[in-house]
């Protein structure tokens, strides 16, 4: 809701991506909200290697030998198994904490000419986060987690179980743990108290604990701004939480030191926080409805043909206010080929929603992609700035450049991305194959550079598996059986062509193929060019000719029709100049 005083009106809400793409399944179990909320007095010991800044070296020994996660999984014993490393998670909290592309793809430069892996740390030791924000950052980890018996002793909803956002296609939702934007609220709510402890200084816990008002640090509301923002009087500018503090709270602060009540600050949150007017259920209210017709096709007949709905919240937003807010979102692309690479969709958040039987091409670059409940599909993708998430989607190939990508009960799908780092295979996946990305087009590389990703480092063979029952992750190397994922075998890979017209200086797949793929495809070419040259020479009549290549067409025919690219290539004929 919002706030009115003194003809003033103001309006929070939470910001999308640190819980969209930030919170991730989970949470190891030493990472409770007890334990989190004793490192920021733990850093603060530390000097200027811990507070404000909290550096790599000082999280490293929280992380490893106070929570007793490892540095990262890739470096741990041969015959061991644990929870998410602790680089895991701090450079998450960067990929979502609004670093410029070039530092990133400077980074990741870095890494990738590192010669052995004490350069590696070497690197490493040199980077820090803000300590307060990436301390709230830990604590949202807690959203995706649920205590039965908690539960049942308070008679409270530990996990939030209010009215959820709107189903894409308008129907009711049921409740499940799937996060969306009412869970992120109401988890913040019921546990505004526990988040504002977490800012104070250890000293206040206890007046907090017996009931008395306490002065929060200004810096502690500057934390906030990672979670909080809003606007005043119904303005189109975005403001930072700390901002609009600043503007409104005077009442209750010390001027003199830069403070604020605790319970002012408490209670004007509850009363303001509210849903985001830029988030998945306002684009699918208020956006406007996209219409993608096929070329050659008019709008009235993909109307008429009712080819699934496309939302968007682009022309509603003011030119500045792009990156991490722009949307589309994608329901019910079904039997049909997409193909698009324009203003409209370059920098958006996509969010593909019940497409079945669809071929998909978003080739522009792109923020992050939610891949939810498809059957069927192809779907390639433009570089994506932060993460790829496939969610509970069967038989479908998603081929990506990404910093990160994870799925989530998936079956039968084929992935080629690639990522800097580690794919995340969270629980209830089957039968997953993972190949390296094998297709260009000639805007490629341009993208790339524009959302900050270099075709080096290529972690796209080494997933790491996310046991949700209990929190483990278990390297690729000594998990080979568990029967949820497996790296392609060379023998069945093929290159992808994408197959639109476009101007650009891409030419080839940035940083090429793996050497025993590039094996395979070159052997493959080889036995086509072969094949081609024993038919060449074979001295065939024109009728053997003919009677050849009718055979040849006939099968070729029933191949498409048993594969389904009949389809495709439909698709293809309609579309073949992109958009």
């Known amino acids: 809701m919002a706030d009115r005083r003194e003809d003033v ?92 592309s070039e530092q990133l793809m400077e980074w990741d430069r870095k890494v990738a000419k590192a010669s052995d892996q004490q350069a590696v740390d070497a690197f490493r030791l040199q980077l820090s986060v803000s300590c307060l924000k990436f301390v709230l950052f830990l604590f949202i980890q807690h959203i995706h987690k649920i205590s039965l018996r908690a539960s049942l002793v308070s008679g409270s909803d530990e996990w939030p179980l209010r009215s959820r956002s709107p189903d894409p296609e308008g129907r009711p939702v049921s409740v499940n743990k799937e996060l969306d934007e009412n869970s992120s609220l109401t988890f913040v709510l019921n546990n505004l108290n526990e988040i504002l402890e977490l800012l104070i200084e250890a000293e206040q816990k206890s007046d907090v ?58 209670s004007w949150l509850k009363s303001c926080l509210s849903q985001n007017p830029f988030g998945v259920a306002a684009c699918i209210k208020q956006g406007r409805q996209l219409c993608w017709p096929m070329t050659g096709e008019s709008k009235e007949m993909w109307i008429k043909k009712k080819r699934g709905r496309i939302a968007t919240n682009a022309p509603f937003l003011p030119q500045d206010l792009v990156k991490g807010y722009k949307m589309i979102v994608m329901s019910q692309m079904n039997r049909m080929t997409i193909a698009r690479s324009s203003e409209t969709v370059k920098g958006s958040t996509v969010k593909i929603h019940r497409c079945h039987d669809a071929f998909i091409y978003l080739l522009s670059p792109l923020r992050s992609v939610s891949i939810e409940k498809c059957r069927c599909c192809t779907i390639v993708l433009g570089p994506v700035e932060l993460s790829v998430d496939l969610v509970r989607s069967e038989q479908t190939t998603v081929v990506a450049v990404c910093r990160r990508f994870t799925t989530t009960a998936s079956r039968l799908c084929a992935v080629h991305v690639k990522t800097p780092n580690r794919p995340l295979v969270f629980g209830g996946n089957e039968s997953l194959m993972f190949g390296p990305y094998h297709t260009f087009y000639p805007k490629l590389e341009k993208h790339m550079t524009e959302v900050g990703l270099s075709s080096l480092p290529d972690q796209w063979d080494k997933p790491l598996y996310m046991d949700s029952h209990s929190a483990n992750a278990v390297d690729q190397h000594l998990n080979e059986d568990n029967g949820c994922w497996e790296i392609q075998n060379p023998s069945a890979f093929y290159t992808f062509t994408i197959p639109f017209e476009m101007e650009g200086d891409t030419q080839t797949i940035p940083g090429g193929l793996p050497s025993r793929y590039l094996k395979a495809s070159t052997s493959r070419r080889q036995q086509i060019a072969s094949w081609q040259n024993v038919i060449g020479g074979s001295r065939l009549t024109s009728d053997q000719s003919r009677a050849f290549h009718s055979i040849v067409s006939s099968r070729f025919q029933e191949w498409l029709q048993l594969t389904g690219n009949d389809r495709q290539l439909d698709g293809l004929v309609s579309a073949f100049k992109i958009t």
Request: charged residues 20%; contains cysteine.
């Open 209 to 266: 604990s017996t009931g008395k008002d306490i002065l929060l640090a200004f810096e502690s509301i500057e934390a906030l701004d990672f979670l909080i923002e809003g606007s005043i009087n119904s303005g189109s500018y975005v403001r930072t939480l700390s901002e609009i503090a600043q503007f409104h709270l005077r009442s209750g602060s010390s001027k003199t030191s830069k403070s604020l009540s605790f319970r002012n600050l408490q």
């Open 9 to 100: 009106s103001i309006s929070l809400w939470l910001k999308n991506e640190p819980f969209s793409v930030g919170a991730l399944p989970s949470p190891p179990a030493r990472l409770t909200i007890t334990n989190i909320k004793k490192i920021v007095p733990y850093a603060k010991t530390k000097g200027k290697a811990g507070f404000p800044n909290l550096s790599y070296s000082v999280w490293k020994h929280v992380a490893c030998n106070k929570l007793q996660l490892p540095e990262d999984v890739a470096w741990s014993k041969i015959n061991s198994k644990f929870p998410p490393g602790a680089f895991h998670y701090f450079s998450t909290f960067q990929m979502i904490h609004g670093q410029e």
